[in-house]
């Protein structure tokens, strides 16, 4: 069976606090075995894009961050480059 790539998964388990990384890692692998089965290429490739993704938004509770924010902003930052590729 195929397993996610270790380099992205090495950093997230360095950056992220306890109860975050165990959720998160958790569900990044049991997503990305449901995508190797069809295609190991994008698995791949899903799970590095997810794990940038985590690692350039704040850790809720630092830097002065509330918890949640992050999200909208990942999320109104793909709609921006969605827009400005159509």
């Known amino acids: 069976m ?3 790539p270790s380099l992205p998964r090495r950093h997230l388990e ?3 606090p306890e109860p975050t990384r165990t959720y998160l890692l958790g569900d990044l692998e049991e997503r990305f075995r449901d995508l190797a089965r069809h ?3 994008r698995a791949r490739l899903w799970y590095w894009r997810q794990a940038l993704t985590a690692l350039l938004l704040p ?3 630092t830097l002065g961050v509330p918890g949640g924010h992050g999200i909208a902003i990942a999320t109104d930052l793909r709609r921006a480059v969605r827009s400005l590729r159509r």
Do not use: E, I, K
Request: proline share 25%; charged share 25%.
């Open 14 to 16: 360095r950056r992220l």
């Open 59 to 61: 850790v809720p509770g």
């Open 39 to 41: 295609s190991p290429l």
């Open 2 to 4: 195929s397993r996610p």
